[in-house]
């Protein structure tokens, strides 16, 4: 009996481990197709243009250049004027717009709150119908005079439809009687609202602040709308895209300025410009994967 026993429990044994390693295999596989790309960029934005030209991308190239960097961080006062400005929109924006978020989300939540089922409607309206690019440059310049101001590029991005319904969804798994009994001693909706719900609900700002910040990280399209030259310092994304737009004009009118083509480092330009623009959003990720694994748990233990 005992030997029989152990018999079936080596052969389950045996089974998971070759399952385990085939599951493992599979997704160092796939890991690996997620990253090939970035390294292919990195090594992309040190490779010359003449080897571009020629044979394409390589992970390994032949030729090696630091032609592209230099063109980008020809002008250090400016790029650094452009990364400090996009970090500040980054961390300012993420921030408010984080809270904003997330108290938006609770409140139509609440079932005391009489106005949720209208207000939810709004939100979810907007994600809809919108009155379209005309008449909001219109609101922004004219009537809120933000021309030339950081606050267009600011507001816009502060509180996002979609990320107020997920919110309200994670509110959903927070108790009800955890509200209850805080008000049962003495305390208000504001006072719940930061000292018990935001602790409970790491997992979703983790979630939702990542989100945001990627999203003020990689915008350019308000503030080439609502950024003039003017403006001494533009936000990474915009200076990026207008030094990859200079380049391609240069190309394209290399003749008339009697300048080699491959001179030119147009496509190595565009991979490093990726690079710099990617680099340091990416350090932020490590900080909120414990969440997003802590998220996890909690859900499955929930059942």
Known sequence: MSSATSHGRVKVDASTMVFKGIAVAFVSFLALLCIYPFLLMITGSFTSENLIIREGYRLIPSEWSV??????????RLIGGAYLVTIILTV????????????????????????????????????????????????????????????????????????????????????????????????????IFMRLILPMSKPALATLGLFTALGYWNEWFFSMLFLSPNVPYRPLQLFLYNLIAQADFIRMNAALMNIPPQDIPSESLKLAAAVVATGPIIFVYPFVQRYFIKGITIGAVKG
């Open 92 to 191: 300012v924006g993420t921030i408010i717009g984080l809270f904003i978020t997330a108290m938006t989300g609770y409140a139509l939540n609440r079932k005391d709150f009489a106005l949720r089922n209208h207000i939810s409607f709004y939100v979810y309206f907007t994600t809809l119908f919108t009155a379209g690019l005309v008449p909001f440059y219109i609101m922004m310049v004219r009537y809120f005079g933000l021309k030339d101001n950081y606050l267009a590029v600011l507001l816009p991005l502060m509180l996002s439809p979609w990320l107020v319904i997920l919110m309200k969804n994670f509110s959903k798994s927070i108790p009800d009687s955890i509200t209850e009994s805080a008000k049962m001693d003495g305390a208000g909706d504001f006072m």
């Open 67 to 76: 032609e592209s960097y230099a063109i980008v961080l020809e002008t250090p």
